[in-house]
């Protein structure tokens, strides 16, 4: 998709879709393609591959548009694409101009024009910078007089900011523009999943790492806001190509025996293949590491939850295996890394009353004591 700036708008451009995001009040407006006609003097600036979503930091910050800006193909499932996010844009709606952005040309507008190449030093000549630097700002430090609180705030939103590309350009994050990667093969044939709904309409919301970000698009509710909206999921995808090899172990009268009775007058000319993939999916709900989110909550979400699916596809057969982890399913929690002091239930809450809560303790100790009996691990 295609990135124009004009004085009030940044537009995003797609076939028969566009996206109109206010350099000045920092809304988005879905509209047809065509409507990019109506702009005022469109300035293409490059190309970019999807919508992770829009942020601000503080109220009195600008509203923030992140987009992906480099993606690779992991492979495919039934015939779908399955991409990896590599890094991200953040685009400042305001009427600054943008910098670093560094997207990739397109080849439409830009034609015949090559990507200029960054000019990087070598490892040494960047820590002698960073330690000169670094004695400049200590030096700064003690000279000027306290920061005020505009300069806490950048300092506070540049700190978010980078966390965030961090977070996203980590090689955990995926996406498909025509196949759900949030919902099991399993679940996408349950009776009630409408596969002619839109990606963002049917796939599972504890997967959908960025639900918060669009979610001024979500409540657009119109077809061309649906568009836009690009599910993304946190976890790990890899997905290969395999090659049945007979000639190894069978003879070559054999291998012709089993070929014409598994396939008949038409067996296959090229070598048979397949291809295995395995799919996790994070839940973004109490999300965290071991040490710090432990147990269940009020609505049933377990700390670090994971599925974990395998797929084998052999065209036109696809099948796959489900497993899942989380933490225990009780109200518990704990200091430490190690077991040593022993977990503690949390019970007693405002929320349940005294006959509820006497229930949930008891059945807390037997799930402990039927996950201690089984070898369980406890996270």
Excluded at 12 to 17: K, S
Excluded at 172 to 190: A, E, G, V
Excluded at 232 to 254: P, T
Aim: glycine letters at 6%; one cysteine or more; proline letters at 4%.
């Amino acid at each position: 998709m295609e990135l124009y700036q004009t004085d009030k708008h940044y537009i995003l451009q797609e076939g028969d879709y566009s996206l109109w995001c206010s350099r000045i009040r920092g809304t988005l407006e879905a509209k047809k393609g065509f409507d990019l006609c109506s702009a005022w003097n469109p300035v293409c600036i490059g190309v970019v591959y999807g919508i992770i979503g829009k942020l601000r930091i503080h109220p009195e910050a600008d509203w923030k548009l992140v987009l992906i800006k480099q993606k690779s193909v992991v492979g495919q499932v039934a015939k779908h694409d399955i991409y990896k996010v590599h890094k991200i844009a953040v685009l400042s709606l305001s009427g600054s101009e943008p910098t670093e952005l560094d997207l990739d040309l397109c080849k439409k507008h830009h034609f015949g024009i090559k990507k200029p190449e960054r000019i990087t030093s070598s490892d040494g000549q960047q820590k002698a910078l960073q330690k000169t630097w670094n004695s400049i700002k200590t030096a700064a430090e003690t000279v000027k007089p306290k920061k005020r609180e505009g300069k806490d705030k950048e300092k506070f939103e540049r700190r978010i900011l980078e966390e965030l590309q961090k977070m996203y350009e980590s090689d955990s994050f995926f996406y498909s523009k025509s196949f759900d990667l949030t919902n099991t093969i399993q679940r996408q044939h349950y009776a009630d999943y409408n596969p002619k709904l839109p990606l963002w309409r049917r796939c599972d919301e504890r997967f959908f790492w960025n639900r918060h970000l669009v979610q001024e698009l979500i409540d657009m509710e119109n077809d061309l806001s649906d568009h836009w909206i690009l599910p993304v999921v946190n976890g790990f995808v890899q997905i290969e190509l395999c090659y049945m090899d007979f000639e190894e172990n069978l003879q070559a009268g054999a291998l012709e025996a089993i070929m014409l009775s598994e396939f008949g007058d038409k067996k296959p000319k090229a070598p048979l293949r397949y291809g295995i993939g395995v799919i996790s999916r994070r839940s973004r709900h109490r999300a965290g590491t071991r040490s710090k989110r432990r147990g269940i909550d009020e609505n049933g979400a377990c700390a670090n939850y994971v599925e974990t699916e395998q797929i084998i596809e052999f065209s036109p057969h696809l099948v796959s295996f489900v497993q899942v982890r989380g933490s225990i399913p009780v109200f518990w929690s704990q200091s430490g890394l190690k077991y040593r002091p022993p977990p503690r239930l949390d019970c007693g809450r405002k929320t349940f009353s005294s006959q509820i809560s006497l229930e949930i303790v008891h059945l807390q100790i037997f799930l402990i004591y039927i996950f201690s009996g089984l070898g369980c691990s406890k996270s």
